[in-house]
């Protein structure tokens, strides 16, 4: 009867506290570094997707530049 009781008095503890009532809040998976380190590397390799966005940006240009000058060479040649 003992063990009945203790099973008992358990169970109302964990009633009482909301144990199984919800899961936890917030997100159950961090992405964040856990580490300083891994800070600092996260921050760099943000800048590094800036800047390799801003090249890609400059390149994509410049193609566009020569293509605009082959077209205006062809459209000069043939009028």
Known sequence: ??????????RGLFRRRGAFSSPPAGPAVTTSPACTFGAVVDARLGHLEKGLEEVKGRLTALLLLAAGA????VVRRVV
């Not at 009867?1 to 358990?10: D, F, N, Q, R």
């Not at 082959?70 to 060479?73: F, H, L, M, N, P």
């Open 70 to 73: 082959v077209i205006a060479e």
């Open 1 to 10: 009867m003992e063990s009945e009781e203790l099973v008992g008095a358990i």
